[in-house]
């Protein structure tokens, strides 16, 4: 498995940690899984509602934590599917979702607790790894892993540097 050296970006804000996830939803494709990891309120959804904003979602789509759901669809520039996975103890729990077809298929996935179902999870996909660092700042540890991401990641570093 191909993996790239992780990328350390630091937000001050959730205004930030939303523009992260904006500039690097920009540039994602169907088929890219985002798995996301973190203790409770480190930014996971926010980053997400970021994610959502570059890939062009409709701001009225309200965006937020599929907490009790576990699954939220979202239009967009390419079909958007936000997992979260913190309440689920099993991979047999989401499978009538779809689970693996969704994160086969033809849109770009989001996880929020992916850590829990690492099982489920494509061996090719971002992940990034979400810590407290104070009050409102956060760190973020950005990391590609699979030939997907070669030719991506250094423009992805480049557009994400102002962070860092």
Known sequence: MVEFPGLRLVSRTSEETSGIGACLGRELLPGDVVALSGELGTGKTCLVKGLARGLDVDEESNVRSPSFVILNIYAGRHPFYHFDFYRISHPAEVEDLGTREILYGDGVTAIEWADKMVSLLPEERIEID?????ETRR???????????????PEWQAGLERFT
């Not at 979400?130 to 104070?134: I, M, P, T, V, Y």
């Not at 973020?140 to 030939?147: E, F, T, V």
């Open 130 to 134: 979400l810590r407290f660092l104070g």
């Open 139 to 153: 760190e973020l540890l950005i990391r590609a892993r699979g030939k997907r991401y070669r030719s991506r990641w």
